[in-house]
T-cell receptor
Framework: SQQGEEDPQALSIQEGENATMNCSYK?????LQWYRQNSGRGLVHLIL?????REKHSGRLRVTLDTSKKSSSLLITASRAADTASYFC?????????FGTGTSLTVIP | GEEVAQTPKHLVRGEGQKAKLYCAPI?????VFWYQQVLKNEFKFLIS????????ETGMPKERFSAKCLPNSPCSLEIQATKLEDSAVYFC?????????FGQGTRLTVV
């Protein structure tokens, strides 16, 4: 399967702390993207990192990509209760997106 | 439109009935994808289109599932003779190359 794996499966932190989640994938990619899914809702695109990039920032989000290890990490700094959601990485290869199994993040106020 | 619109939001069908889901992609996007999310984590790829042509259908259970993307019409995903295991949220996404924009999903419940 080309599906990614994410860890941890679940993460619980206090508001204000940083949250780090990791994604590993199996095949070469063009891009890697991170999405957020609030309970019962659709996926919201957070950030895209291309295969020739190593790090990217967007607001409180920092994404790294290590193509040699086929892994990526998403760091959310100064977390807020509103960040509580599931986070998925998605890789694209041949115009199909392959999703990881997701990390469920709970930020405790 | 500027967002992917999926209808209906909820659909309940008796086992063996037909279910039809619709998706209006973002105007100008050439690619449409359908995914099935069972429980709360795994997204299973079903099918993708490039304009009205099937691009990749490796995830489709072909005996009961079919999909179309015709010009000037919403895309559709149809399930003939639904089974209990088809209960899931079905997401549609559209893309113009890199970023995929997702709809809010259709929750199908087969009873």
């Amino acid at each position: 399967s080309q599906q990614g794996e994410e860890d941890p499966q679940a993460l619980s932190i206090q508001e204000g702390e940083n949250a780090t989640m990791n994604c590993s994938y199996k095949t070469s990619i063009n891009n890697l993207q991170w999405y957020r899914q609030n309970s019962g809702r659709g996926l919201v695109h957070l950030i895209l990192i291309r295969s020739n990039e190593r790090e990217k920032h967007s607001g409180r989000l920092r994404v790294t990509l290590d193509t040699s290890k086929k892994s990526s990490s998403l760091l959310i700094t100064a977390s807020r209760a509103a960040d509580t959601a599931s986070y998925f990485c998605a890789t694209d290869r041949g115009n199909q997106f392959y999703f990881g199994t997701g990390t469920s993040l709970t930020v405790i106020p | 439109g500027e967002e992917v619109a999926q209808t209906p939001k909820h659909l309940v069908r008796g086992e063996g009935q037909k279910a039809k889901l619709y998706c209006a992609p973002i105007k100008g996007h050439s690619y449409v994808f359908w995914y099935q999310q069972v429980l709360k984590n795994e997204f299973k790829f079903l099918i993708s289109f490039q304009n009205e042509n099937v691009f990749d259908e490796t995830g489709m259970p072909k005996e009961r599932f079919s999909a179309k993307c015709l010009p000037n019409s919403p895309c559709s995903l149809e399930i003939q003779a639904t089974k209990l295991e088809d209960s899931a949220v079905y997401f549609c996404a559209s893309s113009q190359g890199y970023e995929a924009f997702f709809g809010q999903g259709t929750r199908l419940t087969v009873v």
